[in-house]
């Protein structure tokens, strides 16, 4: 019987097939001692299982190394950390020696400890890396008991529902061939949204009653854009699903036309648009779609690959590729930007802070442990001898800060000076993603050559809201009128001293989004390769004239609805 479920739409696209259904899983472990002098193999047992684990997710990770964007890897990276949690392992350790558990009861006694110690806790980000924790819990369980990992599977064709997944499920989903995923919790602004996107994998999620409403095998269509679901479509719907995949497929060839287009409005205005990259495969494409430069280019990749900190000639080599793929287009290599969730192998970034996401990260991190910053800092003079180059300083909150790196850099250049390669001290710039550094742009502004605002970072920050938290999705909103009224802030600042300012977060990816950030002020995006020609088009589209024109009556909007109905008027005129 046709019905009709509607949720969130989180990555889009279109998507017909039969549903897989999968329930939440439980980890249903009885309680059960072992005697003395089976110990000593319990605890052989579960060093197998972690290792094997381990040796699961460093494949997985090879195995997408390449084909993810973004954060994508990062997520893979933070599952395999999880497995050297000192809180997990030495914790399992003792009860089993100590209390004679079996293997697989220490593990979900501990499970059950740490998500006790999550839901007491104020902060919803850490409250959200309770699923995290399960993944990896379960992943290690089925090795114990030398089954296959409870991950999501699917077979060409399906459409899985389940209540909630991890990231890193995700690609392999795509690989099986599952054309959409459908869940039950979620939030279009959490880390498997991002994924899902960046994979091109229609994604549906806040539709508490599909595990109830959806039986194994109905057959879906899926409206990824929307939010909607048509459980035993009609023949009228799938009529409509034809259509509608007639005109994605021109859509597509019209963005192929865009590539060697310039990035104009109709009243003859250039649009900067550069890509965000962390890898050799996101460079050749940022260089293939036409991007001016690469605006982020994320150099913690290579601390999150390896237990040891990369020396100066690695991380040189990899600076120098990227700069070199671009062709004197610039590339802008942000400093080491860990901490939070980005906790690295090698063990910089600091464990068990109170608070992670407020503490020891981004520049913070790389002024406490000076060899390791001034390794990076020579890596990058070096590669400025290849092309140009601009490095951009991550969660700055003062000038002081900037000053200090500033010093470090012109250091780091005398000493490659010194070995005989003739560089300039290249271009330095702040990140703005936290509010102090927004409201305090003008103090910031002799200290930097450009500024590059993070969205993502100051939204929740200035919101008090973590994206990720799947109770607070509705909250969490760069429509909000104290994020645009910061945002004018920081562009005039820059505009009044003529330093250019990029934004590089969610938002600048986003074509629904750019006449607004055009009224603001914005001439520079940089954002993921995938999705530069759909900007491009957008902004192909604007007439920056009549935006700036309708920018007053966007400052003065009072809620989330008032924006909303400035960018409906926008589209229709």
């Known amino acids: 019987m046709r019905r009709v479920l509607t949720g969130h739409g989180a990555s889009r696209g279109l998507a017909l097939g039969s549903a897989r259904v999968r329930m939440p899983r439980t980890l249903g472990v009885g309680e059960r001692h072992v005697p003395a002098a089976r110990v000593r193999g ?56 100590q209390e004679r558990y079996s293997a697989s009861h220490a593990l979900r006694v501990q499970r ?12 919803p980000y850490l409250k959200a890396r309770l699923d995290d924790l399960d993944h990896i819990i379960g992943r290690v369980h089925a090795h114990l008991h030398r089954r296959e990992p409870a991950t999501a599977r699917g077979t060409a064709g399906e459409i899985l ?22 869940s039950a919790g979620g939030s279009p602004l959490s880390h498997s949204a991002i994924m899902a996107r960046s994979l091109y994998l229609p994604l549906v999620v806040g539709i508490p009653e599909a595990l109830a409403g959806i039986g194994d095998g109905d057959v879906l269509m899926v409206d990824g854009e929307n939010g909607r679901i048509v459980v035993d479509p009609d023949p009228a719907d ?28 109709l009243d003859g205005t250039d649009i900067a648009l550069y890509a965000n990259a962390e890898s050799r495969e996101d460079v050749a494409r ?80 790389s002024l406490l442990y000076d060899h390791v910053f001034d390794t990076q800092l020579r890596a990058i003079a070096r590669a400025a001898a290849y092309g140009p180059l ?54 910031l502004l002799d200290a930097v050559d450009f500024l590059s605002v ?47 300012v990029a934004v590089c977060g969610e938002m600048a990816g986003d074509p629904l989004l750019a006449p607004l950030l055009l009224a603001l002020g914005l001439r520079e995006f940089s954002l993921h390769p995938s999705h530069l020609l759909e900007l491009r088009r957008a902004i192909r589209e604007c007439d920056l004239s009549r935006l700036l024109a309708r920018r007053p009556a966007l400052l003065r909007a009072r809620d989330r609805r008032g924006i909303e109905r400035w960018l409906d008027a926008t589209a229709s005129a």
């Open 42 to 97: 319990e605890l052989q047992r579960l060093q197998h299982a972690l290792a094997a684990t381990r040796d699961e997710m460093r494949a997985l990770r090879e195995k997408l190394q390449g084909a993810l964007s973004d954060d994508a890897l990062e997520f893979v990276d933070l599952h395999a950390l999880l497995l050297d949690d000192p809180e997990l392992v030495q914790a399992l350790d003792t009860l089993i020696r």
């Open 112 to 123: 059950d400890r740490l998500a006790a110690v999550f839901e007491r806790m104020d902060d």
């Open 161 to 182: 529902v389940c209540d909630n997944l991890a990231p890193s499920e995700l690609a392999q989903l795509q690989a099986q061939g599952v054309v959409a995923v459908v």
């Open 238 to 265: 799938l009529r409509d699903y034809r259509s509608l995949q007639q005109q994605e497929a021109r859509e597509l060839r019209g963005l192929e036309r865009l590539r060697s287009k310039p990035t104009r409005t």
């Open 286 to 365: 940022a260089h293939a779609v036409g991007a001016a430069g690469v605006g982020l280019y994320r150099t913690e990749f290579l601390f999150l690959q390896s237990e040891q900190t990369p020396g100066e000639d690695e991380q040189f080599l990899a600076y120098r590729d990227a700069v070199l793929a671009m062709d004197g287009r610039p590339v802008t290599f942000r400093t080491l930007d860990l901490g939070a969730d980005k906790a690295d192998r090698a063990g910089l970034a600091l464990a068990n802070e109170d608070n992670p996401a407020l503490g020891v990260r981004g520049v913070r991190l």
């Open 390 to 443: 601009r490095v951009l300083v991550p969660m700055v909150s003062c000038r002081e800060e900037l000053l200090i790196v500033r010093k470090r850099l012109r250091r780091a250049v005398a000493a490659v000076r010194r070995r005989g390669v003739a560089v300039e001290p290249p271009p330095l710039g702040a990140m703005i993603e936290v509010p102090a550094a927004a409201i305090g742009v003008h103090g």
């Open 454 to 500: 993070g969205t993502n970072d100051l939204v929740q920050y200035l919101l008090a809201v973590d994206r990720n938290n799947d109770a607070l999705g509705d909250l969490y909103s760069p429509l909000h009128p104290g994020v645009l009224r910061l945002l004018a802030h920081v562009l005039d600042a820059g505009a009044q001293r003529q330093v250019p």
